[in-house]
């Protein structure tokens, strides 16, 4: 397939971008025209951001597998839709072409059906990077059931609040995963979970690391076994659901600045049309080239680069179960050089803990089928930038700075790789269709090159998120109602004097930890339910790796004889109520917060102190007790 709205250069870049600011409709119509529609729609957009309402190609028909396999199984059921790589490098790899995507698939879906599962039912994905993970999304798709899949590092806990806001009846998940040299527990989490979900009827558990779990009869069964079943029906093809443009495809909770992670909704059409567009733009994919996006499918940008965009596009996506360093340092470049990869796409905090391993383990590698470099999830700084420009990409890839968010559904701001221009540290340019303005602090938009701002968009694009599932006010007022008219990203931004924008990361009380969003309210709750814990608060610092690390401040009642011990305890509760990926790197106890008199805890001075910036902590004086400052500032970690 090649793509009829695939932007070749610069100056077609202009005119893509001028069109779709001067006619959104027309433009986004054209190219949805090319897609597989069960019905076309009767009106391209319909849009106010003050309830928030939009909704595109309303009354189309379609279905996304279709457009992901069935249209590709003419002239492409014989390339590689997804090609696996195992943890181990010694375990066979797997290659499923579209014909055999599709074949699982319909299988896959023939279980679901068979199980009860039906259109609009929520399915919760608990599962290791296998294929099956893929094929459950999309069996879920071709269903029409929303998929909610989280993250294997997320806990029980995590798991349950999640299951009960979705209220989610089925739960799909593997018995462990292999990561490295650990195998992790799935299906045991999920058994701790169900504890407080009483009403999940059925988990459906694959085979991977045959560690021993417990299968609860009646409501527990094992994926092949369905599958069998299946296969004695005698496996036809799965009819593909006729779904509405708005009918929602999934949830993917995120954090915010508070309260618990928000069930992000996408829809149909909008989500199709905008993950494809971005993919077949930025990385300028060509026939034949095999995609490697490194993220997990457990977040926004494994559903968006490893699954939808690429598989909607009839490209190869490459799948990596491991981690970058096991069995060493050069695990990417080997994937790289065994499998011919043009494509990688993977996050700043990879590129930077594998600087650290030196270049011994890069020049062993050829990497001379890299074409195109991509990163995403945090603003990647220069070093690493240069890094990956020099050591991975010779200098002869483009590299993409791609900046958008789990609620925008795909990339908003980036170069578009050999065709606008890079700028190191920079993700430039808004795509077709996105209209992002700065704003000062009173909502006043700043006009103008050399400024700098909070960052919004003002106008949607197919993707932008529909709702917060379950409570559309909650959507309104974190995203619709800080600035009137405007989608508020959460982030702030400079443009220089050409346009180019440059993010500076988040702007509320949301930090980014190797790339992973966590809220810090999140992080407090979990830290006051451990014992003797009285009061606490949670800021973010400059890690060199992690590109931000988690700074906790604690206020404990108890006896601190072992002050390392309580710290592990402490983190073993942030372990169990959020996940592993929570912990804080630092804990210092204190025994007062600085706090204003109106009892708001003072973040600014916190951060300050935890970035190490003692002398420059600003105006001390409105504080309740500025004597606390001075404790925290002696027992600074
Ligand atoms: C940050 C990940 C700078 C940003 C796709 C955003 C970035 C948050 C970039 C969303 C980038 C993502 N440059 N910052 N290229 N990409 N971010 O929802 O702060 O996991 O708001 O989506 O990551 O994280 P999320």
Not at 6 to 18: D, P, V
Not at 296 to 324: K, Q, R
Not at 549 to 554: E, L, P, S
Request: hydrophobic letters at 35%; proline letters at 5%; a neutral charge.
């Amino acid at each position: 397939m090649s793509y009829s709205y695939q932007i070749g250069s610069l100056e077609q870049y202009h005119e893509a971008y001028r069109k779709s600011v001067e006619d959104p409709e027309g433009f986004w119509a054209e190219i949805a025209r090319t897609f597989t529609w069960k019905k076309p729609w009767d009106k391209v957009l319909e849009w106010n951001f003050k309830e928030p309402n939009v909704k595109w190609f309303i009354g189309g028909q379609l279905n996304i597998t279709e457009n992901c396999l069935d249209r590709h199984l003419e002239s492409k059921a014989d390339q590689p839709a997804i090609i696996w790589e195992s943890n181990d490098p010694n375990e066979h790899h797997r290659v499923l072409t579209y014909r055999r995507l599709h074949f699982k698939v319909c299988q896959f879906a023939w279980v679901l059906k068979n199980n009860g599962v039906k259109k609009g039912d929520r399915v919760c994905i608990y599962m290791g990077m296998v294929p099956e993970l893929a094929i459950a999304v999309l069996a879920c798709a071709r269903i029409g059931a929303i998929h909610s899949v989280i993250f294997g590092g997320f806990s029980a806990q995590s798991i349950a609040d999640r299951l009960q806001d979705a209220k989610a009846e089925y739960i799909i998940t593997c018995d462990g995963a292999y990561r490295g040299n650990k195998t992790i527990p799935l299906k045991p989490v999920i058994d701790d979970a169900l504890v407080t979900c009483p009403f999940v009827k059925t988990v459906i558990v694959h085979t991977r690391t045959r560690t021993p779990v417990s299968m609860i009869k009646g409501r527990d069964l094992w994926w092949e076994d369905e599958i069998n079943r299946v296969e004695t029906q005698g496996n036809p093809d799965f009819p593909a659901e006729t779904m509405d443009a708005e009918d929602p495809l999934f949830i993917l909770y995120t954090s915010g600045s508070t309260g618990k992670p928000k069930g992000v909704v996408h829809s149909s059409a909008g989500y199709m049309i905008y993950t494809n567009y971005s993919f077949v733009n930025v990385f300028q994919n060509k026939p034949g080239d095999v995609h490697f996006c490194t993220a997990d499918i457990g977040w926004i940008t494994g559903h968006s680069y490893i699954v939808y965009g690429p598989l909607s596009a009839g490209a190869t996506s490459l799948m990596f179960e491991g981690i970058p360093t096991f069995p060493d340092a050069g695990r990417f470049w080997a994937i790289v050089d065994k499998y011919k990869v043009n494509i990688l796409y993977t996050a700043p905090t990879a590129i930077r803990s594998l600087m650290v391993f030196g270049t011994d383990f890069v020049t062993p590698y050829k990497l001379d089928s890299l074409r195109v470099l991509g990163t995403v999830g945090e603003p990647i700084n220069e070093e690493a930038w240069h890094w990956y420009d020099e050591q991975i990409g010779k200098k002869r890839c483009p590299i993409v700075d791609t900046w958008w968010q789990t609620e925008t559904g795909g990339i908003l701001i980036s170069n578009l790789a050999g065709v606008t221009p890079a700028i190191p540290a920079h993700a430039t340019l808004p795509l077709p269709g996105v209209q992002p303005v700065l704003v000062d602090e009173n909502g006043k938009e700043v006009k103008g090159n050399g400024v700098s701002g909070n960052l919004c968009i003002k106008f949607p694009w197919p993707s932008i998120i529909r709702t917060t599932y379950g409570d559309h006010e909650r959507c309104r007022t974190t995203y619709f109602a800080t600035y009137e008219n405007m989608y508020f990203t959460g982030d702030g931004a400079l443009r220089d004097e050409k346009g180019n924008y440059r993010i500076t990361g988040r702007v509320d009380d949301v930090l980014n930890v190797s790339g992973h969003r966590i809220g810090t309210a999140e992080v407090e709750n979990a830290i006051n339910m451990h014992y003797g814990v009285v009061e606490s608060a949670v800021v973010g610092y400059p890690h060199e790796i992690k590109g931000q690390g988690i700074y906790a401040y604690v206020i404990y009642s108890g006896k601190r004889e072992d002050e390392e011990l309580i710290r592990k305890d402490i983190s073993a509760t942030v372990s169990r109520i959020i996940g592993p990926i929570a912990k804080p790197d630092k804990i210092q106890f204190v025994t007062g917060l600085p706090k204003t008199r109106s009892g708001k805890i003072m973040r600014r001075i916190l951060r300050k102190i935890a970035e190490g910036e003692l002398q420059n902590l600003g105006d001390t004086t409105t504080l309740l007790d500025p004597a606390v400052v001075e404790e925290i500032k002696t027992g600074k970690q």
